[in-house]
């Protein structure tokens, strides 16, 4: 359906140059012990997933975006137009937040490699192509 956008790669654990190959290893976020390792390549068309050092540092700014907004919007939902009182608002909101976190962190990396990487239809019809670290 979304095939071929970002979105698509960024909410399917998939490759942002194929949309075929998985990002992370495992694709349950909640296996807290694996929720954080990548495959250091796709395994359909070669794209390294580690760039260079430090590279998803920037992926810790699109975590804290996705953060903000829904603190934001659940805020100005509940509290300003609603009226619930902030203190059952927080008590819910950070229980949420301390759950979603390990989805959050892959959401936040696989936006930071999308802002960098295209996808390309043609990527995983050809060879595997292996391409250089940065």
Known sequence: MLKGTKVYSILNNKC???H???FFVHNNPFNLKKFDK???QCEVCGESFERE???YFGGMYGSYALYTA?????????VVLLGINIFYVL???IPVLIISQPVFFRWGRLLWINVFVS???E???GEKKITPKW
Not at 70 to 78: D, P
């Open 91 to 93: 008590a819910i909101l």
């Open 38 to 40: 990548m495959h250091p």
């Open 53 to 55: 050092p430090g590279f």
């Open 16 to 18: 942002p140059r194929c």
């Open 20 to 22: 075929q190959g998985s």
């Open 119 to 121: 996808y390309d239809p």
């Open 70 to 78: 829904l603190i934001a919007v659940v805020f100005v939902s509940c």
């Open 123 to 125: 990527a995983a019809k």
